[in-house]
């Protein structure tokens, strides 16, 4: 265990938000005691438990920074359903987003693959109708299928357009959400000004579903109705993926900013929903906060329906956090393969199997969750679709250390991939660096002089794997 690892095994839980820091932000004694700071636990596995196989809630964020949770450093921001699901199982500190925008993460979740291996990964993001996830490629949703689960998608897809692409041709047999990467909380007018809320995807248009309160609102509401559904025997998996804290920076109530929002898309300005002149960190702590309340109320709907114990919960960002949010003490954002573009927090919670109270300092991608939740679900990966994740079952439930291994990173003009502590990276400069994690989490120390040969030998890995990826289109 490394020094650094020690001294966060050491660290009270939540301790960025006790005492001083506390009383600064004046939380509630209600909050106060959500929040009191507990020791964690190095992670241990229970490998004596034995349980039926899970239900899989796999709740994302969207744009969400590695400290945007007060469980992870933010002295500002007040989650403490999220914080709660972090004391109830395992809390990941080296957790990385499979890209460092939303489209080619998602990809890499649904197919266990990394997204240059599929033309639609290559899109960074998806943007346009001329790519997305091909319905003949393999998926977590669909081998959970095919395992005999139930699967549903409900909120943001973003891995292309109907007619041609859709989660209900890709394995889930439900969905409910907006296909872009994102759209206005009130109207739900997308990028292009489309009205972007669909139930299923019968024909292009003829599946909207109409309804204009707040998003994040109505996909707490779907989602809370589908956990409190009798499934009976048969286990399910539901994709849960919030477009909260993404831009445009709407809380529920902001009628006036909507409209106003909603008045610049009809008149034709293009990008007007990317907000670039609105929002603040007050606005962006209130989308935060409101993302944990929902989540809270999922997870409630989920204890009254009595699965909890054995419903496998898991919660992070599809990558890096964007303009106001808290990543310290990481550099860079959203986009960039610096660790505050990739590095996400991340929270599993399986009453049945796990323990909680713990915190791992493992290195894992989103790759990983693929692979494990399929070993999990006893599903099997297709053989013709080598997955690029490691499972993580026999680290999580077995005890069984992980074998040190190499995750890759690859976004137009930039890479990056890690062994261990270190950390091979070029950016758009064009310099090689090398970074050693443990002691500069930061990145701002280069040891790439001092270290030639490791330097060499990660960027020839580098290299190796990114022969074997589709390259990308001349822009």
Same mark, same amino acid.
């Given at each position: 265990?490394?020094?650094?690892?020690?001294?966060?095994?050491?660290?009270?839980?939540?301790?960025?938000?006790?005492?001083?820091?506390?009383?600064?932000?004046?939380?509630?004694?209600? #909050?106060?005691?959500?929040?009191?700071?507990?020791?964690?636990?190095?992670?241990?596995?229970?490998?004596?438990?034995?349980?039926?196989?899970?239900?899989?809630?796999?709740?994302?964020?969207?744009?969400?920074?590695?400290?945007?949770?007060?469980?992870?450093?933010?002295?500002?921001?007040?989650?403490?359903?999220?914080?709660?699901?972090?004391?109830q199982g395992v809390r990941f500190?080296?957790?990385?987003?499979?890209?460092?925008?939303?489209?080619?993460?998602?990809?890499?979740?649904?197919?266990?693959?990394?997204?240059?291996?599929?033309?639609?990964?290559?899109?960074?993001?998806?943007?346009?109708?001329?790519?997305?996830? +091909?319905?003949?490629?393999?998926?977590?949703?669909?081998?959970?299928?095919?395992?005999?689960?139930?699967?549903?998608?409900?909120?943001?897809?973003?891995?292309?357009?109907?007619?041609?692409?859709?989660?209900?041709?890709?394995?889930?047999?439900?969905?409910?959400?907006?296909?872009?990467?994102?759209?206005?909380?009130?109207?739900?007018?997308?990028?292009?000004?489309?009205? #972007?809320?669909?139930?299923?995807?019968?024909?292009?248009? =003829?599946?909207?579903?109409?309804?204009?309160?707040?998003?994040?609102?109505?996909?707490?509401?779907?989602?809370? +109705?589908?956990?409190?559904?009798?499934?009976?025997?048969?286990?399910?998996?539901?994709?849960?993926?919030?477009?909260?804290?993404?831009?445009?920076?709407?809380?529920?109530?902001?009628?006036?900013?909507?409209?106003?929002?909603?008045?610049?898309? +009809?008149?034709?300005?293009?990008?007007?929903?990317?907000?670039?002149?609105?929002?603040?960190?007050?606005?962006?702590?209130?989308?935060?906060?409101?993302?944990?309340?929902?989540v809270g109320v999922v997870l409630?709907?989920?204890?009254?329906?009595?699965?909890?114990?054995?419903?496998?919960?898991?919660?992070?960002?599809?990558?890096?956090?964007?303009?106001?949010?808290?990543?310290?003490?990481?550099?860079?954002?959203?986009?960039?393969?610096?660790?505050?573009?990739?590095r996400v927090p991340t929270i599993?919670?399986? /009453?049945?199997?796990?323990?909680?109270?713990?915190?791992?300092?493992?290195?894992?991608?989103?790759?990983?969750?693929?692979?494990?939740?399929? +070993?999990?679900?006893?599903?099997?990966?297709?053989?013709?679709?080598?997955? =690029?994740?490691?499972?993580?079952?026999?680290?999580?439930?077995?005890?069984?250390?992980?074998?040190?291994?190499?995750?890759?990173?690859?976004?137009?003009?930039?890479?990056?991939?890690?062994?261990?502590?270190?950390?091979?990276?070029?950016?758009?400069?064009?310099?090689?660096?090398?970074?050693?994690?443990?002691? =500069?989490?930061?990145?701002?120390? =280069?040891?790439?002089? #001092?270290?030639?040969?490791?330097?060499?030998?990660?960027?020839?890995?580098?290299?190796?794997?990114?022969?074997?990826?589709?390259?990308? /289109?001349?822009?």
């Open positions: 265990m490394s020094s650094y690892e020690s001294k966060l095994s050491r660290r009270a839980f939540g301790g960025a938000v006790a005492g001083g820091a506390t009383a600064a932000i004046g939380l509630s004694a209600a #909050d106060v005691q959500a929040q009191t700071p507990l020791e964690e636990r190095p992670f241990k596995a229970a490998p004596h438990r034995r349980a039926k196989r899970p239900n899989i809630l796999f709740i994302l964020g969207d744009d969400l920074g590695w400290a945007d949770l007060s469980s992870y450093g933010a002295p500002h921001i007040k989650t403490p359903n999220l914080d709660r699901l972090a004391r500190t080296d957790a990385y987003a499979g890209s460092a925008t939303c489209s080619p993460t998602r990809f890499s979740l649904y197919t266990g693959r990394l997204p240059g291996r599929t033309k639609g990964g290559l899109a960074e993001p998806i943007a346009d109708r001329s790519v997305g996830l +091909e319905p003949t490629h393999p998926t977590l949703a669909s081998l959970l299928r095919d395992a005999g689960y139930a699967t549903a998608l409900i909120g943001k897809w973003h891995c292309g357009y109907l007619p041609d692409y859709s989660p209900t041709k890709s394995g889930w047999e439900e969905f409910f959400g907006n296909f872009g990467g994102a759209l206005e909380y009130y109207s739900k007018l997308g990028l292009g000004g489309e009205y #972007d809320l669909y139930e299923g995807d019968v024909q292009e248009g =003829d599946a909207e579903y109409k309804d204009l309160r707040y998003y994040t609102r109505i996909l707490t509401e779907r989602a809370s +109705e589908y956990v409190r559904r009798d499934h009976g025997a048969q286990p399910w998996l539901l994709n849960l993926n919030f477009t909260t804290p993404h831009w445009p920076w709407i809380a529920e109530g902001d009628e006036e900013e909507s409209a106003e929002i909603v008045r610049r898309i +009809e008149v034709g300005e293009k990008g007007a929903l990317w907000h670039q002149d609105g929002g603040s960190v007050e606005k962006y702590t209130q989308m935060v906060q409101d993302l944990d309340h929902s409630r709907a989920l204890k009254e329906s009595g699965q909890e114990r054995d419903t496998l919960v898991f919660f992070a960002s599809d990558n890096g956090g964007e303009r106001f949010s808290y990543n310290w003490p990481l550099s860079g954002n959203k986009a960039s393969l610096k660790e505050g573009g990739i599993v919670r399986w /009453p049945a199997r796990l323990d909680g109270g713990q915190v791992s300092h493992e290195p894992v991608f989103t790759p990983d969750w693929t692979a494990t939740l399929l +070993e999990i679900g006893g599903a099997r990966p297709h053989p013709a679709y080598k997955l =690029d994740g490691t499972s993580l079952a026999p680290y999580l439930l077995k005890g069984e250390q992980l074998a040190e291994r190499e995750l890759f990173w690859r976004v137009r003009g930039e890479r990056a991939l890690r062994r261990g502590e270190w950390k091979y990276y070029r950016g758009k400069g064009g310099q090689d660096q090398l970074f050693n994690l443990a002691e =500069d989490r930061r990145e701002q120390a =280069d040891q790439a002089a #001092d270290e030639p040969k490791l330097l060499g030998e990660l960027k020839a890995a580098w290299e190796k794997t990114d022969k074997e990826l589709l390259p990308y /289109p001349a822009e």
